[in-house]
Structures are given as C-alpha cells and as structure tokens.
C-alpha cells in the first residue's frame, strides 16, 4: 500500500458513492476486505498521517462554518471527511481551506466518524486481533497555524463564510 493506492480507493468509492458518506464507507470497507493485514496496517498509517497533516487551526475554521460549531472530536471527523473526498479536494483545502466554498456537497453533514475505524474494523475480523498502532505516527498536541476567534471567520475564510451565511 502506498499513497497512490491510498487516493486511488478514495477517489473511486467517492465517485461510486457519489459523494454520500455512507455508501462510501461501505465501498472501503469492500476495497479494504480486499487487502492483506500488511497492506491494512499501511492505509492506517497513511490515513493518520493526513489526518495529522490535516490538524491545522485554519482548516478548523472551515469545519466550524460548515458545521455550525466543531468539537475536537468533530474535527477529526470532519478529517475523516476530507480524506473520503480525494487527493485533488484535500490538498486543495490544506492549501486554502476557503477552495472547500466551491464544492456543491456543502450542504450536508461534514464529519464522518466511522472512516477512522474502518481499518482497525477489517483487520480485527480478519484476524481475531486488534490492529497494531505505529507509535511512531502520533496525534500532534495543538494544531497547526493561529488559533482564531468566532467573530474572525468571516475575514478569515470569506468565500466559505458567505456560502453558509
């Protein structure tokens, strides 16, 4: 498993889904069946390493439009989300989270909780075990960037800010 392969089953089950979480949730959940217990250890690192990648106070700002509010919990959802959209939309986002503006799924639930599970899931049917965590691969202590207050949003991230007016 590497990188490629990674975007790849995110930007098929996203397009097979048509962009319902949900369904693609369960298109993974096929495509990860599909690997061996190696190659499910190496989408989980990958996974968290964008996730981690991702953990960044402006990007929080974009979920909080978007959401309405965004809990710590939420937010890593909401990561969840964004890697489930494809390479093309996430590095865009990590970029200038206010490119989020232009997509027309805006409109529903931004955070997606069983995608961060879903490796651990397949690997524990698979083999009666949990799966092993990369210690070496850990959750930083405070995000990316400044920290922002509410009222700031609007300047922040304009474009996003007027589409959730």
Not at 61 to 90: H, K, P, T
Request: aromatic share 10%.
């Amino acid at each position: 498993m590497n990188k490629e392969t990674f975007w790849k089953i995110m930007l098929e089950t996203n397009k097979e889904s048509g962009g319902e979480p949900t369904t693609q949730q369960k298109l993974i959940e096929k495509k990860l069946n599909e690997l061996s217990t190696d190659e499910l250890i190496e989408y989980d690192n990958i996974y968290r390493e964008l996730a981690n990648n991702a953990y960044d106070w402006k990007l929080w700002a974009a979920a909080y439009i978007v959401n309405g509010g965004c809990s710590d919990d939420s937010f890593m959802d909401f990561r969840g989300w964004l890697i489930g959209q494809g390479e093309g939309i996430y590095s865009s986002a990590l970029a200038n989270p206010d490119t989020l503006s232009e997509l027309d799924n805006l409109e529903e639930d931004m955070d997606w909780e069983g995608y961060g599970y879903l490796a651990f899931t397949v690997y524990e049917k698979k083999t009666g075990k949990e799966m092993p965590i990369n210690s070496e691969i850990s959750h930083p202590s405070k995000p990316k960037g400044e920290e922002w207050d509410e009222d700031e949003l609007d300047k922040l991230l304009p474009k996003l800010s007027k589409k959730h007016d």
